[in-house]
């Protein structure tokens, strides 16, 4: 039997996608915000870089721990209410993080990013449901949202801590303001009568966690996500090292953020042209490896491997978003990817700060960092030529679609 359908208004659907870009706001700023304060927070508590990789990681646990609840929450609450609570929960966690206190950094850091792990896997199955002739294009608005947002916070976290005798704590905890703006928004998609994602008509799939594919774009994702969460923690330190002021660093931090901003307007138009990504998620990765080898041989030229390692960063990104709705057969199965992939992703994601730390501890300089980082972003290209394939997971052959009952699912 197909699914009911129905067709959302114009302006209640325009208030859903303001409320989808405003949750996307909120899902890199209260993590990447912490990297141009991380040497405050290191007098503060007298952390060293290993104990400070470690509070870079602790988001990245949770992203990996509560990832794989998602989707029950989901279906279990709906979308929406789930949605919802994860923003009442990421405003606590950045107000309790804010309070100065060594298990308010930990504890609201855990928090904050149990929450974020909530949005990045619900947001993908959102897409796939109420935009599914357009998964690209509101994949690359809310990345383009993302990107912005983070580039805004790491560039004003210096001048904002000086407007203040609470230094850092005021700088990380004035971003709860913009976490409560996104729930009080997002209040009117709490009425719409919401299917649960497990009601979707199934594809007749291999089990997710038995797929090479699902695998191999957990394994991009994850490997991207590994080498950006090490550059975003520690980039304003190697920076600082390499002769740069506190406030330099911290705007070249914003400027390689910015430098995000470039493939999510460009993805839009290339994304729907291409039934194949393998070459764009390889070149991609191409570019990571350049900008992070440029720190190493040119550091001088930062300013350009700032620029360099963005942009491919986030064509990564980007693409791996796309990947966990264009390679699944369903709205459930979608959900179950993005679960996966950001589970096993992050779990990977979170060794990197802390390891890095402990290289730093142990060669006094960042240049073995880098080359890890680099070596990480060329495996990850080679995944990328797998991931890219134009199929779909349980597909027969590469190139086949799901069917149109599958794209019915709407809000009703």
């Not at 619900?122 to 912005?148: E, G, H, W």
Request: proline share 5%; with cysteine; charged share 5%.
């Amino acid at each position: 039997m197909k699914p009911h359908t129905s067709v959302t208004p114009p302006a209640a659907q325009g208030l859903l996608i303001v409320g989808i870009l405003l949750i996307a706001a909120n899902l890199r700023a209260p993590v990447t915000g912490v990297g141009p304060v991380l040497a405050d927070i290191q007098r503060s508590f007298g952390f060293n870089a290993t104990q400070a990789g470690v509070l870079a990681t602790l988001p990245l646990l949770a992203f990996a721990l509560v990832s794989p609840l998602a989707a029950g929450l989901a279906r279990r609450h709906g979308l929406e209410r789930t949605l919802f609570g994860a923003l009442l929960l990421l405003t606590m966690g950045i107000v309790v993080r804010s309070s100065n206190t060594a298990w308010g950094l930990f504890g609201g850091t855990v928090i904050l990013g149990s929450a974020i792990a909530l949005c990045n896997v619900l947001l993908p199955s959102l897409l796939k449901r109420d935009f599914a002739a357009k998964v690209s294009t509101m994949t690359s608005l809310y990345a383009v949202t993302m990107s912005v947002t983070a580039a805004l916070c790491s560039a004003v976290m210096i001048p904002l801590a000086g407007l203040s005798s609470y230094g850092w704590t005021f700088a990380l905890g004035i971003w709860a303001v913009l976490a409560a703006f996104s729930a009080v928004v997002w209040l009117p998609q709490l009425r719409s009568a919401t299917r649960p994602v497990q009601q979707a008509a199934a594809s007749p799939a291999i089990p997710i966690w038995r797929s090479p594919l699902a695998w191999q774009v957990t394994a991009f994702m994850g490997l991207n996500s590994f080498v950006y969460y090490v550059v975003i923690s520690w980039l304003p330190a190697i920076l600082q090292q390499n002769g740069y002021s506190a406030a330099s660093a911290g705007s070249l931090h914003g400027l390689l953020q910015l430098a995000t901003v470039v493939p999510g307007v460009l993805a839009v138009p290339l994304i729907h042209r291409l039934t194949d990504q393998r070459a764009a998620a390889f070149l991609s990765s191409a570019l990571a490896v350049a900008g992070l080898a440029g720190f190493i041989a040119l550091p001088g030229w930062s300013v350009v491997w700032c620029i360099v390692y963005g942009f491919g960063s986030s064509a990564c990104l980007i693409l791996a978003l796309t990947f966990m709705s264009l390679r699944a057969g369903s709205v459930h199965q979608a959900a179950a990817l993005s679960g996966m992939a950001q589970a096993v992703g992050y779990l990977l994601a979170a060794v990197g700060p802390t390891l890095v730390g402990a290289l730093y501890d142990t060669f006094g300089g960042w240049s073995a960092a880098l080359l890890l980082c680099a070596t990480i972003s060329a495996i990850q290209a080679v995944f990328g030529l797998y991931a890219g394939r134009p199929t779909q997971i349980g597909a027969l052959s590469p190139g086949a679609v799901e069917p149109a009952s599958e794209l019915a699912v709407r809000r009703r």
